[in-house]
């Protein structure tokens, strides 16, 4: 392997070994002690104010206020529906709080089951379950339709409102792999970047010694020694 080669191989690794890294680290700081199974939590206590149980979580019957939702359009084709931003409340929230039940959501679904716009529904759909895994607030996936929530919602802002992103579950192993991975690159390519520069080194000096510029090292002539080896 030519030296330049294996320097751009080293550096490569060295920076996929730390995005790597990094990414998934991270990942998995988010879902610690999140639960395997989700943690069941009472709807209306979380409109009352109370604080999630887990950050896999899932609530009983609902109603989803798909007239307050938001909707991210595909940009490859109009019909096409990247994902839905659906507010959810229980029934007795809905009913007690009529017309300004926007104020009183608590939870928005992050759902990606409707493909087609055609196929989101335009009224309030009462369901029986939902569960997933709480989301960043602040994530770029949320945005642009995100925006749009609070103007639907009749609030100021969207503070106190806990993202549930839709049938997703703690998935660890796969993140441990590409961490360890990521680990594993960073050490590798130090090592090759290492070994590319001395064997740049010693092919520099050879060249050196084959013009005189430089007198021949006793050493090199010794097995092992050898540009190259």
Known sequence: MQAKTGAAI?????????????????MLLELRGAEEEPVA?????????TKVPNQHFSVGRHVCLFD????????????KVDFVLIPIVSEECLAEAGNNV???????VYSRKFPLIDIVPKIRVVKESVRGMVMDANSPVLRPPLNELPRKLGRKSLDGIVFLE??????????WVAHLAGIGAFPLGVWLLVWAFRKDERELRASMEACGLVKPNPWRSLPGNQPGQ
């Open 10 to 26: 080293a550096l490569a690794l060295i920076m996929i070994g730390l995005l790597l890294g990094l990414i998934t680290g991270n």
């Open 41 to 49: 939590a009472d709807l209306s206590a979380l409109e009352s104010g």
């Open 68 to 79: 307050c939702g938001a909707i991210s359009i595909s940009p490859k084709s109009p019909r």
């Open 102 to 108: 926007g104020s009183k959501v608590a939870v928005v």
């Open 166 to 175: 839709e049938d997703r579950k703690p998935e660890r192993q796969p993140l």
